[in-house]
């Protein structure tokens, strides 16, 4: 009988998998928007829809292995970014991105860096895994480097405020449940950036510390796009007015 191997954080099947989620959520935006211009919003759909045919598989299969579960419940937060961010390509709205932009930078990529994970490559788990949360990322990158998609100074107010009422209902569902969606009531198993955080439950305002310092990060290259797009109109003034004195 086969027999996965166990996960190992940041072994070579780990940060090979990394690399190519990366690889592709750069390139193949890239690639479409110089050759294939016509495909950007098609191919939007195409990833919305793997996507959910990802998610509804995974389902499907944990149902034929474990049976129903209220763990099924799609209360976590890389499944709720999963959804959204469908919703994001097929819609291209940019109050859907936002929400989107920050929940899969800021919470997707901290999952692809520390999964709660036990097996390994190739275990079915491990597949699923990371082809969910890499699709996330690589359709964030999609709305931003090929649907012109971004987020703003408010963007940043109201995912966070939707973030917290979020959280707010979770921990009410989890209460009544006894289950642990948003990871409100224990940390994970494996490690993770809430071991430097501190016990229960004195690790949530750490979570909303890091969350809004994330967010700020995340909006800096805008921020910093910005403040570049600004200022040469000035400067492109200044070598007009030498040219013609």
């Known amino acids: 009988m086969f027999t996965s191997p166990p996960f190992v954080l940041f072994g070579s099947a780990h940060l090979i998998t990394l690399a190519l ?47 129903p579960s ?10 709720l970014a999963l959804l959204v961010t469908a919703w994001m390509l097929v819609t291209r709205s940019p109050r859907v991105f936002e929400v989107a932009y920050f929940w899969a930078l800021g919470g997707t990529t901290q999952a692809l860096a520390t999964p709660d994970l036990r097996q390994g490559f190739p275990d079915p788990a491990f597949l699923f895994f990371f082809a969910g949360h890499g699709l996330v990322v690589i359709g964030v990158a999609h709305g931003v480097l090929a649907l012109g998609l971004r987020p703003y100074p408010a963007s940043i107010v109201r995912v966070a ?77 200044r070598s007009r007015g030498r040219g013609w004195s």
Request: proline share 7%; hydrophobic share 70%; aromatic share 10%.
């Open 70 to 79: 209220v763990q099924l419940l799609p209360l976590h937060l890389c499944t």
């Open 21 to 67: 989620i990366a690889a592709v959520a750069i390139l193949l935006p890239l690639a479409l928007r110089r050759y294939a211009p016509a495909a950007l919003r098609p191919v939007a759909v195409v990833l919305a829809a793997l996507l959910l045919a990802q998610e509804a598989v995974d389902v499907a299969m944990q149902l034929w292995r474990f049976g």
């Open 161 to 237: 405020l939707i973030t917290l009422a979020l959280a707010a209902v979770v921990l009410l569902i989890n209460l009544a449940l006894g289950t642990n969606f948003l990871y409100l009531m224990a940390k994970p198993a494996g490690a993770s950036l809430l071991d430097w955080l501190g016990p229960w439950p004195w690790y949530w305002l750490g979570l909303v510390a890091v969350a809004l310092a994330s967010f700020l990060v995340l909006y800096a290259p805008f921020f910093a796009a910005d403040l570049l797009r600004a200022a040469r109109p000035a400067v492109d003034r």
